[in-house]
Nanobody, 121 residues
Framework: QVQLVESGGGKVQAGGSLRLSCAAS????????MGWYRQAPGKQRELVVT???????NYAESVKGRFSISRDNAKNMVYLQMNSLKQEDTALYYC???????????????WGQGTQVTVSS
């Protein structure tokens, strides 16, 4: 019914930049918060950043000042600009969104399949 599809991952050298995109599609009535999470090998999935419909953001301390989230509500898209990348940013990055599929329906949480970001020295 609802799909989140990420794109933009890849390999980059430390200090470089990447821009991730996430498109939400399907039976969408309204989207609340959208965001990005990541999971490195052997570690738990962790918050990177979220953004609400009014633009309020919540960044992980480790990415503050380097990463920037933005969203296009008309297109149901969210973006993550990642600058000054470090090796420790290497992870599978997941898009997340809180979505209602109809008027009066509950909020459900949806995840993309992830896009790999690899930062080399």
């Amino acid at each position: 019914q609802v799909q989140l599809v990420e794109s933009g991952g890849g390999k980059v050298q430390a200090g470089g930049s990447l821009r991730l995109s996430c498109a939400a599609s399907g039976r969408i009535f309204i989207i609340n918060a959208m965001g990005w999470y990541r999971q490195a090998p052997g570690k738990q999935r962790e918050l990177v950043v979220t953004v609400t419909t009014d633009g309020t953001t919540n960044y992980a301390e480790s990415v503050k000042g380097r990463f920037s989230i933005s969203r296009d509500n008309a297109k149901n898209m969210v973006y993550l600009q990642m600058n000054s990348l470090k090796q420790e940013d290497t992870a599978l990055y997941y898009c997340n969104a809180q979505i209602r599929t109809g008027l009066g329906y509950q909020w459900d949480e949806y995840w993309g399949q992830g896009t790999q970001v690899t930062v080399s020295s």
